[in-house]
């Protein structure tokens, strides 16, 4: 039965993924910070998007094929992910903690917050939080940086109840 149930999102997947492979204006508008403050000297290794009938396709082959049910749990907050990946074009300088202190007021400008920068030699890593209207937290973006590539991803959803159950499969005692 789970052999069936696995191979019916492989047959549907092109109808899933119709139209879904792009990223969004906002993302784009992101990456283009991004990558002009990190020196412009990279090369698209592949973007794509996936929406919300991607995840829930996801989410049931995870079902199907795992007996742990805490990344569909996860995936069940999730509404969207966007993905970016990058090539280092060689001759690049590294960027630095100076680079992403760089970009950080064009993301204060459209909403997000820092919440975490991190910077060990050949690694760079950043991550950004923004909340909805209602401010309930609704989206992460994500900017790695390593010696020969950067990756940027952007999740959005009810990341609020996502964090809780992964704190809860934790056993951590936190109130969100």
Do not use: H
């Not at 784009?28 to 396709?57: M, P, W």
């Not at 991550?127 to 959005?156: G, M, P, Q, T, W």
């Amino acid at each position: 039965m789970k052999n069936k149930i696995f191979l019916l999102p492989i047959i549907f997947l092109p109808i899933f993924l119709n139209g879904c492979l792009g990223i969004n204006e906002e993302f784009e508008n992101v990456r283009d910070v991004v990558l002009l403050s990190f020196g412009n000297d990279y090369k698209s290794e592949f973007q794509f998007s996936i929406g919300s009938v991607g995840i829930t396709v996801s989410s049931w082959v995870i079902d199907a094929s795992s007996d742990d049910d805490m990344a569909s749990k996860i995936l069940d907050d999730v509404s969207s992910v966007q993905v970016g990946v990058y090539k280092k074009l060689k001759g690049t300088n590294s960027a630095d903690i100076t680079t992403i202190n760089d970009i950080e007021p064009d993301m204060q400008a459209s909403g997000w917050k820092s919440i975490i920068k991190s910077s060990t030699d050949n690694e760079l890593t950043a991550i950004y939080v923004r909340k909805d209207k209602e401010e309930l937290l609704n989206r992460l973006f994500i900017i790695s940086l390593e010696a020969d590539e950067l990756v940027l991803v952007e999740v959005e959803g009810d990341l609020r109840e996502a964090m809780t159950n992964v704190i809860k499969e934790k056993g951590m005692d936190i109130d969100i």
